[in-house]
């Protein structure tokens, strides 16, 4: 199985944006309804569904940086004119374990967002069309596994995933 790719748009304003880029990241006991997620993508054997953020937990910007910063395919900016903030991996993961050390951070920013926005997070297999492995709302300050994205946030996410998988394919091709 290959890995799979994330797309997260959060609306924000400017204020919350940087409440929420230094704020300590969440961990994944910050949020009770994980094993309802697994269970329903059958995965079996994930442990620490409940770990607690360190008191020394790093800063989500700074964590969500160093994602980008060793992560080719990658992208993490923010609009101040549109308010709106992305982050993306072209390749991310296909290992349900991992995905939740990044989700949980990602599903903080529902406090952030605001109210009444379509900010959402999915994960899925951009390159190979592998399916959905999951789908979260962040609207009403609350992050919850959702039964799939519209039309409209697939079309964003592939339109921005399309973006960086040319980007890197360029890359590659001017290092030949």
């Given at each position: 199985?290959?890995?799979?790719?994330?797309?997260?748009?959060?609306?924000?304003?400017?204020?919350q944006y940087q409440a929420a880029v230094t704020s300590p990241a969440a961990g994944s006991g910050e949020f009770d309804d994980w094993q309802q997620w697994l269970?329903?993508?059958?995965?079996?054997?994930?442990?620490?569904?409940?770990?607690?953020a360190p008191e020394n937990a790093v800063a989500l910007g700074d964590l969500l940086q160093g994602w980008v910063d060793c992560m080719y395919g990658s992208l993490?900016?923010?609009?101040?004119?549109?308010?709106?903030?992305?982050?993306?991996?072209?390749?991310?993961?296909?290992?349900?374990?991992?995905?939740?050390?990044?989700?949980?951070?990602?599903?903080?920013?529902?406090?952030?967002?605001?109210?009444?926005?379509?900010?959402?997070?999915?994960?899925?297999?951009?390159?190979?069309?592998?399916?959905?492995?999951?789908?979260?709302?962040?609207?009403?300050?609350?992050?919850?596994?959702?039964?799939?994205?519209?039309?409209?946030?697939?079309?964003?996410?592939?339109?921005?995933?399309?973006?960086?998988?040319?980007?890197?394919?360029?890359?590659?091709?001017?290092?030949?």
């Amino acid at each position: 199985m290959e890995a799979s790719s994330l797309y997260f748009r959060c609306n924000i304003t400017p204020a919350q944006y940087q409440a929420a880029v230094t704020s300590p990241a969440a961990g994944s006991g910050e949020f009770d309804d994980w094993q309802q997620w697994l269970d329903a993508a059958e995965v079996h054997g994930v442990r620490d569904l409940d770990q607690k953020a360190p008191e020394n937990a790093v800063a989500l910007g700074d964590l969500l940086q160093g994602w980008v910063d060793c992560m080719y395919g990658s992208l993490m900016q923010y609009d101040e004119a549109s308010q709106v903030w992305q982050f993306a991996l072209v390749e991310f993961t296909n290992n349900y374990g991992e995905m939740i050390q990044l989700l949980a951070p990602l599903r903080q920013m529902a406090k952030y967002a605001k109210p009444e926005s379509d900010s959402f997070l999915l994960v899925y297999s951009y390159i190979w069309g592998d399916g959905d492995n999951a789908f979260l709302t962040l609207g009403q300050q609350r992050s919850q596994f959702a039964s799939g994205p519209s039309p409209e946030q697939r079309a964003e996410a592939d339109g921005v995933l399309e973006g960086l998988a040319q980007a890197l394919q360029q890359q590659e091709y001017d290092y030949d």
